[in-house]
């Protein structure tokens, strides 16, 4: 079973912002982060699950792992979509690719990875901040 680690991150919201994953596959591991320039947390939190899922080589039976109430109960128990529609549609286009489940996790709570992808992120969407100049 693969799990993924997912977080995002936003300096401000709308702001600069980054988000990262990290994909267990046994003994092996990758990552992935990036960043944009102007943007939301939620956004953000969307863009490390869909980056991840791009990620995967193949269809696979993944738990997916998230520090976003808002990820996980939207996909999970069907909460109202308000915004972002572009990521859902993007979203539920690879989750229906892959069997997925989706798992919460308390954030900024001694998690190793989920500190692991807030680290990557929090990187990232400094990174932003700095090429616009913030």
């Known amino acids: 079973m693969i799990q993924i680690f997912t977080d995002g991150s936003c300096l401000g919201n709308p702001g600069p912002g980054g988000w990262a994953y990290i994909i267990q ?5 990758a990552q992935g982060f990036g960043q944009s320039v102007d943007t939301t947390n939620n956004r ?11 990620a995967l080589p193949a269809a696979q039976s993944v738990i997916l792992h998230s520090d976003s109430q808002l990820l996980i109960k939207t996909m999970t128990l069907g ?3 308000k915004k972002n529609q572009d990521l859902w549609a993007e979203l539920d286009q ?3 690719f892959h069997r997925i489940t989706w798992q919460w996790v308390r954030g ?4 190793p990875e989920n500190e692991a992808c807030d680290s990557l992120a929090q990187r990232a969407a400094f990174l932003a901040a700095s090429s616009r100049g913030a």
């Open 108 to 111: 900024h709570n001694g998690h």
């Open 25 to 29: 596959d046994g003994e092996q591991q």
């Open 44 to 54: 953000m939190e969307m863009m490390a699950a869909i980056e991840a899922l791009k």
């Open 79 to 81: 909460w109202k979509r």
């Open 94 to 96: 690879l989750a229906a």
